[in-house]
């Protein structure tokens, strides 16, 4: 069996991935943690790529109360589970884990996080709007339900392979209900303005931008990188120079990461510092 190493001395919250070592999830929580005055420990834990299964059992036969998942094991984590949420069966991944005895609990906070980071730090309502969401992989499919949930008036999945944002209308047009108007295209065909364009694409990992149509972009538009880093994405620079807000991703990291705290804790912290904190340490 695998050697559960954490930092001692014991924490019963960690971040499962590999590799792990780059994660800003222990920061996050231990800011989150003292700024709630909860007595937690939460770690970094490397599982070996053929041992994710072994490497969450072993840590919590030993204590572990709760994990996030990373990549790449957010869908083993959702097969891992016993009992999964309502928004983790719609991600169809896995992204924080709570153990409680033998009960596994699968859940998934990213899209949460990434519309609290809209609508509540970004200040912009999503009511009636027209989004546009660029890719169909695992981001986009995480944050679909939550997304829908804000009630937009329209939201276009843009894809590469536009059989892939179709699979996706397919699968969520029943939570889009009447309210919505989902539909699918390829990134050429987008060419209406749009209020909210979210970029959930791993284009801006190797700094390339989905070919987009400047004229989804206007003065009033959002245009939201799930990525982030310390320079604007490309996908910013180009929908900036287009006239368009920008925000990127870190609000978002931030957020997933305060709803996880909630759903282990049951106390939702304040992110603002720790948000501010992060930015400043980019
Ligand atoms: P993730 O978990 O990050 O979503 P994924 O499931 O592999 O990763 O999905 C990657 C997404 O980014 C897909 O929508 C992919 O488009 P395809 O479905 O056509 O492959 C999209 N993508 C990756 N590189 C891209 C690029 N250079 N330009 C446009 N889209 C890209």
Redesign the pocket.
């Given at each position: 069996m695998t050697a559960v190493m954490t930092t001692a001395p014991f924490a019963e919250y960690v971040v499962i991935g590999n590799p792990i070592a780059h994660s800003k999830s222990p920061d996050i929580h231990a800011r989150f943690a003292a700024e709630t005055a909860q007595d937690m420990r939460y770690a970094r834990l490397l599982a070996p790529l053929d041992a994710f299964a072994a490497t969450v059992q072993e840590f919590v036969a030993q204590g572990g109360r709760g994990a996030n998942v990373t990549?790449p094991f957010?869908l083993e984590a959702y097969a891992l589970a016993g009992t999964l949420t309502a928004r983790a069966k719609a991600a169809g991944?896995v992204n924080t884990l709570k153990f409680d005895g033998n009960q596994i609990l699968g859940d998934n906070t990213d899209g949460v996080g990434l519309v609290c980071d809209i609508v509540r730090n970004a200040g912009f309502d999503l009511a009636q709007k027209k989004i546009l969401l660029?890719?169909?992989?695992?981001?986009?499919?995480?944050v679909l339900l939550p997304l829908l949930e804000a009630r937009p008036a329209q939201l276009t999945i843009a894809?590469?392979?536009v059989a892939?944002?179709q699979e996706l209308v397919e699968q969520f047009q029943p939570y889009g209900g009447a309210h919505c108007q989902l539909n699918a295209c390829g990134?050429a065909e987008a060419q209406q303005q749009y209020d909210l364009v979210i970029n959930?694409?791993?284009?801006s990992?190797?700094a390339?931008?989905?070919?987009l149509a400047a004229s989804v972009f206007g003065p009033a538009t959002l245009a939201y990188d799930?990525m982030y880093g310390r320079q604007p994405t490309v996908f910013m620079q180009f929908a900036a120079a287009n006239g368009a807000q920008v925000r990127d991703g870190l609000g978002m990291l931030v957020e997933q990461a305060a709803e996880s705290f909630f759903v282990w804790r049951g106390v939702r912290p304040h992110t603002d510092a720790v948000f501010a904190a992060l930015r400043a340490q980019l």
């Open positions: 990549v957010k991944a660029l890719g169909a992989g695992g981001a986009a499919r995480g894809n590469r392979t892939k944002a990134f959930a694409t791993s284009a990992l190797q390339q931008l989905p070919p799930m």
